[in-house]
């Protein structure tokens, strides 16, 4: 598995070397790709700069109690968000490598089961209605059901044909 520096070299070169051979939309799409990497990038950068200087103080100050439901719930809650964006950023690389066509449902599906159980992780359920949980519940089990009709279909496409 490639390096994300390997990567980004890997993707540089292609790019350059199929410039002249795209059409414009192509070249749009791989524009608007490259944008959309440096920016989440440089969220993930900022958002893991703010966990790390709101953490490290805790830490050292011994007033950070993982074992406290709610200190866990807010810590884990933002490794989770970062989680989510390096997945997303990750998705878009693949589709800047013409791995993949620009939208991958599966994908897709599958950031916003991480998005719905990092909202079940930090979900107070004392304070929040049935009707909230049952809702988030439906949503999870749903798109859980999609995400298995894929992977289905694609490993009924992948057996060979006897």
């Known amino acids: 598995m490639k390096t ?15 410039w002249p051979f795209m059409t414009l939309h192509q070249r749009f ?3 608007v790709v490259l944008v959309l990497s440096v920016i989440i990038a ?8 703010q966990l790390v200087t ?4 805790l830490l050292l100050g011994g007033a950070l109690d993982p074992l406290d439901h709610e200190v866990f719930q807010a810590m884990f809650g933002m490794i989770m968000t970062l989680l989510i964006a390096l ?7 693949r589709v800047a490598l013409r791995a993949e066509g620009i939208v991958q449902v599966k ?28 809702a988030l519940a439906s949503a999870t089990l749903a798109l859980g059901i999609v995400y298995w ?8 496409q992948s057996k060979p044909l006897e």
Do not use: G, M, W, Y
């Open 4 to 18: 994300d520096q390997e990567q980004s070299h890997c993707l540089q070169k292609e790019t350059r070397q199929n």
């Open 29 to 31: 799409e791989q524009v």
């Open 42 to 49: 440089l969220v993930i950068a900022i958002a893991l700069l």
């Open 54 to 57: 709101r953490l490290i103080p």
């Open 87 to 93: 997945e997303f950023k990750h998705s878009i690389i």
């Open 107 to 134: 994908t897709v599906i599958l950031i916003a089961l991480l998005a719905l159980i990092r909202k079940f992780i930090i979900l107070d359920i004392h304070t929040t209605d049935a009707a909230t949980i049952a």
């Open 149 to 156: 009709l894929f992977r289905e279909r694609e490993d009924r």
